[in-house]
């Protein structure tokens, strides 16, 4: 399973951005696909999560109410839309895929990662 990150960028505090994760490959072998993120001299932190199938969401308490994850099926990709941005956001954020759900890393396949920078 291969995963390509995309539609990471440079934008204002209060601004939004759309990222994207397709996957190719054996994507059977996923029944979920994360969002996680890590910022200079931090560890990397879950950010969302979904099901292909049942489209089931999880969230991180710092993103709820302005993250959505979402998926296109027919297109294997997955959609992070990320609204009320902060400088806190900054981070490279790394889309992910696994045989379950799970706000852990416990993913087996991970993209090449997107940069986002949130600025004051």
């Known amino acids: 399973v291969q995963l390509q990150a995309s539609g990471g960028g440079l934008v204002q505090a209060g601004g939004s951005l759309r990222l994207s994760c397709v996957a190719s490959?054996?994507?059977?072998?996923?029944?979920?696909v994360g969002w996680f993120r890590q910022a200079p001299g931090k560890e990397r932190e879950f950010v969302a999560a979904i099901t292909w199938s049942a489209g089931i969401t999880v969230y991180a308490d710092s993103v709820k109410g302005r993250f959505t994850i979402s998926r296109d099926n027919a297109k294997n990709t997955v959609l992070l839309q990320m609204n009320s941005l902060k400088p806190e956001d900054t981070a490279v954020y790394y889309c992910?895929?696994?045989?379950?759900?799970?706000?852990?890393?416990?993913?087996?396949?991970w993209g090449q990662g997107t940069l986002v920078t949130v600025s004051s």
């Open positions: 992910a895929a696994g045989p379950f759900i799970s706000r852990s890393d416990e993913y087996d396949y």
């Open positions: 490959g054996r994507t059977y072998r996923t029944v979920a």
